[in-house]
């Protein structure tokens, strides 16, 4: 099976920065596509970044330019780097990944449990 750990969530004031990291782990042949979303509640969740196998990056409108997504393809790690924070990324992030397992070679969508990211003064 796979698993997905996320953590560096956390409160901090508007202006702030935080890094959020996610680290796949288990039976992994290859991960395609590891990103991030948000959700608050009374509303979808929606995708904030996501990074392809070949580095591609897209960013949601609201956050270019103060978020960065990056991999790490050794550790199977993804980050977010949040700078700027603004009351409105008040969210429970999720980490998002589709992976090949070694046993099955069957591509699967996996989810983080979510972490706590509140801005506020």
């Known amino acids: 099976q796979v698993q997905l750990v996320e953590s560096g969530g956390g409160l901090v004031h508007p202006g702030g920065s935080l890094i959020l990291s996610c680290a796949a782990s288990?039976?992994?042949?290859?991960?395609?596509?590891m990103g991030w979303y948000r959700q608050v509640p009374g509303k979808a969740r929606e995708l904030v970044a996501s990074?392809?196998?070949?580095?591609?990056?897209n960013y949601t409108d609201s956050v270019k330019g103060r978020f960065t997504i990056s991999r790490d393809y050794v550790k199977n790690t993804v980050y977010l780097q949040m700078n700027s924070l603004k009351v409105e990324d008040t969210a429970i992030y999720y980490c998002?990944?589709?992976?090949?397992?070694?046993?099955?070679?069957?591509?699967?969508?996996?989810w983080g449990q979510g972490t706590q990211v509140t801005v506020s003064s």
């Open positions: 288990g039976s992994i042949f290859a991960i395609y596509t």
């Open positions: 998002n990944a589709h992976v090949t397992q070694s046993t099955t070679y069957h591509t699967n969508e996996y």
């Open positions: 990074i392809m196998l070949g580095g591609s990056k």
